[in-house]
């Protein structure tokens, strides 16, 4: 028998010797000890993922052989004042999940009994050590670390897949130490996009909860409704949290459509209460983002006086940017004073977010009040202004004690002493933050937008755009290798976005965020230079599992079959399948209908030397167990052959590599997958190898147009036919031929398409090198979405005939 919290202080394994746990010498004492110093001497232990298939990987784990076995008499026991909450939401999860009973106890006796204590004094903030044997289990920790420590504990429950009542649930033996590498470990939510009711936000909270998350950053308000209530501007709700339609399909598609079902809704500050004290419960700090001075429609929707023109305003039914932003008056500043008075009485973190990306500047040059406050203010121009609104903002925040966090457009024109910066537009934004002093959240479009598609397979449901497969994710680190370790202290964590103008349901929502919160929870809490994706992978079957039981959505782009295109050798490529996470044989059928028959086994590489369509599928028996891939080869003299790029893509828009430009296959609209390389604000210039003399007819290249996602048509080519690969000649400039959408380019309103370029002049001409520069549009012009950024260059397949 023991009391509670009879336990040494210090998280240091020298703590196992020097106080009293539950009688001195226990056998399991003894062994933790070497454990520990063994622990501690290794950088990693390797364990059976099967059997400790923890996610986020723990700091420390060492497996021991023996299980716990959890019976109707196990009991929890722990001291109910200090950890209620955590007890009670593992016992709780026990319950719904897998119907275990599990029962408190104030003492414990001879074993079977997982025991929890609370240990603060020289545990890290949020860490823990976990230690099973066959007969007991201990945790201790800061309230958050025993928290955590439950959640590790739920994921080692090993429960037979059959209803059996012979065979029970068990706890492999094991020693965990564990504490996080980064404290912000964020998942965001726009809910103004599409709205989700109080419910389903307290159900993201828990899945963010079991995956150690413990940063919500909440998208309350945007061009398309305002969500929070705000007792000094009810219009704000009463008119800003509806619309009068919703777009559907893709912006800028052809097929588009407004409907025009009224949709909306807020939540009450009553509700906001009840779900910030939730959060607190698991261990979840809540930063509401109140956006300005641009995605501010449904604001000035419900109070026109904000705006810099005489409106209409409307609460926008589609998405992009819209060049309706804040006027930065006296009037909006005593406004938003108010509003974020109540926001900062509701939240009790310390972080409010701004918003501050995308604000279009049209409206701004041509006001009064802005074109004054810039002479008076001597300010070089617009983006100044910007940056001294957002000055006087993170002031205001400061008078209320809280710290002011925006999205990387506040670093234009000089961030204000004390604002934190998250990271979106790449990383650049972040690495100058950091560098200049400022917190970051790393945020990157190109592997934490959750937004983007996770698979390139046909079927997929429609997405904003973008290539973001679970790989992908998890392959990023925060930390950037361009700053100093000095630096690198302001980078504060690493944070997924949930945008939802193509999510419009929780079944979606799921979809987008399972499995890839299992990679997110990893970058952020896991120590990253130990990170390797088959170990990662090798422990995901437990958590589909899981998401099974709790009926979620989860994405199975793991089991897609993987293609690899290669260079045949000869003429063409090769074309080789793979099974994903799953076990089958790959069949296939050559032709272009839907409905064949799957008519060859897959054995070898496919060689694809003329333009073919190809339908493969995964089988067990004869039954197909994936979706069916289809790959649409259009073969010309370029396909299969050596490519070099003089300029890298960028790295969010990579995936495919050089080879990506003449593999044979054309990227698609919405842009997705690997097939699309993008650059920003850059040339693609690259050399072909033809391998010998050839006679060419024609150059093409394939370029995309989506404004809304800043991507714009190329604006001019060159290329150069050459011999030797030394001296090129320069074809005729003037005679490209474009078709596709890129000729519909027109300012404001956002339009997405498809383009060719080929070359007019190039017949009957002979060469071996080809040198083809592709370049961007420059700026993007005013009144479009991220007006003044750089254009981002997007080019798919090189054909030469
Ligand atoms: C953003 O994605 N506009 C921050």
């Known amino acids: 028998m023991y009391e509670m919290n009879s336990r040494p202080s210090s998280f240091h394994p020298a703590f196992l010797f020097r106080g009293k746990l539950r009688g001195e010498f226990s056998p399991a004492r003894v062994l933790s000890f070497f454990i520990f110093t063994f622990l501690f001497l290794s950088s990693f232990a390797q364990y059976d993922e ?3 298939p923890v996610i986020p990987r723990p700091y420390k784990l060492l497996p021991f052989s023996g299980d716990f076995t959890l019976d109707s008499r196990t009991v929890i026991v722990t001291d109910m004042k200090s950890t209620q909450a955590e007890t009670d939401f593992f016992v709780q999860q026990l319950k719904d999940i897998y119907n275990i009973n599990l029962k408190h106890a104030k003492k414990a006796s001879k074993g079977n009994f997982i025991y929890v204590a609370l240990d603060s004094s020289g545990v890290p903030p949020e860490g823990y050590q976990l230690f099973v044997n066959r007969n007991e289990i201990d945790l201790y920790g800061t309230k958050a670390g025993v928290f955590y420590g439950l959640q590790t504990l739920f994921q080692l429950i090993h429960v037979p897949a059959a209803v059996d009542r012979l065979v029970l649930p068990t706890i492999p033996s094991c020693s965990v130490i564990d504490q996080p590498q980064f404290r912000w470990r964020g998942l965001h939510l726009d809910v103004s996009r599409h709205f989700f009711t109080k419910l389903q936000v307290k159900e993201y909270l828990r899945w963010m909860a079991m995956y150690k998350l413990n940063t919500f950053h909440w998208h309350l308000t945007d061009d398309q409704g305002w969500r929070i209530e705000i007792k000094k501007y009810p219009r704000l709700t009463s008119i800003g949290a509806w619309r009068n339609g919703t777009l559907a399909g893709h912006e800028g598609a052809a097929n588009s459509f407004i409907d025009t079902t009224e949709y909306g809704g807020f939540y009450t500050q009553n509700d906001i209460r009840e779900i910030v004290r939730y959060a607190d419960s698991l261990h979840i700090t809540i930063v509401p983002e109140i956006e300005m001075p641009g995605h501010a429609c449904a ?21 992009g940017v819209f060049n309706d932003v804040l006027c930065p008056s006296e009037k909006t500043f005593s406004f938003l004073d108010n509003v974020l008075t109540e926001v900062a009485a509701l939240f009790p973190g310390k972080f409010i977010h701004i918003g501050g990306d995308e604000c279009p500047k049209a409206e701004w040059k041509t006001n009064d009040t802005c074109q004054v406050i810039i002479r008076n203010y001597h300010l070089k121009d617009e983006d100044e202004l910007q940056s001294w609104f957002t000055k006087r903002i993170v002031a205001m925040l400061q008078k209320k004690g809280k710290q002011a966090i925006g999205w990387d457009e506040i670093l234009d024109g000089g961030l204000a002493d004390g604002a934190a910066v998250m990271s979106w537009r790449g990383e650049e934004g972040g690495i100058a933050a950091a560098k200049a002093g400022h917190n970051v959240v790393m945020s990157p479009g190109g592997y934490c937008y959750f937004d983007h598609y996770q698979s390139d397979a046909p079927g997929e449901p429609l997405a904003i755009g973008g290539y973001l497969p679970l790989e992908k ?13 000095d630096e690198s202290k302001y980078i504060l964590g690493v944070q997924a976005n949930m945008w939802t103008e193509y999510i419009g349901d929780e079944k979606k929502l799921q979809y987008m965020l399972f499995p890839r919160i299992l990679a997110l929870s990893e970058v952020a809490w896991s120590y990253t230079k130990e990170n390797n994706y088959a170990f990662f992978l090798n422990r995901i079957d437990f958590h589909l599992n899981l998401f099974t039981r709790m009926n979620i959505n989860c994405a199975k782009s793991i089991f897609d079959i993987k293609a690899k295109i290669t260079s045949s050798m000869v003429n063409g490529v090769a074309l080789s399948l793979e099974p994903g996470l799953m076990t089958g044989h790959i069949r296939y059928y050559i032709g272009d209908s839907d409905t064949g028959t799957f008519d060859h086994d897959y054995d070898f590489p496919v060689i694809i030397d003329t333009t073919v369509t190809i339908h493969a599928a995964l089988f067990e028996e004869n039954e197909a167990v994936t979706r069916t891939y289809v790959y649409h080869f259009d073969v010309s003299l370029a396909t299969g052959k050596p490519v070099s790029l003089r300029k890298p893509p960028d790295k969010s828009y990579s995936t495919g590599g050089p080879f990506a430009l003449v593999d044979g296959i054309r990227g698609e609209m ?6 699309w390389l993008g650059w920003w604000g850059d040339t693609l210039d690259a050399v072909i190898d033809l391998g010998q003399d050839t006679l060419i007819n024609s150059v093409t290249f394939n370029f995309l147009v989506d404004s809304s996602s800043w991507i714009y048509p190329a604006q001019n080519y060159t290329i150069g036919l050459s011999e030797d690969g030394k001296t090129y000649v320069p074809l005729d400039k003037n005679a490209w031929i474009v078709t596709g959408s890129a000729g519909e380019f027109r300012n404001g309103g956002n339009v997405a398409g498809y383009a060719r370029a080929s070359s007019g002049s190039a017949k009957n001409q002979r060469a071996r090198y080809i040198h083809l520069v592709v370049y961007p549009l420059g700026k993007i012009p005013p009144g479009n979405p991220g007006e003044g950024n750089p254009a981002w260059l997007f080019v798919s397949e090189i054909n030469v005939n």
């Open 50 to 52: 099967q059997r400790y």
């Open 299 to 319: 604001m000035l929707a419900a109070y026109p006086e904000l705006g810099c023109t005489n409106g209409p305003f409307i609460v926008q039914p589609t998405w």
């Open 473 to 485: 994710v998890y392959s990023y680190r925060p930390v950037p290798p361009q700053l100093s370790a």
């Open 670 to 675: 919405p842009w997705k997958g690997s097939q």
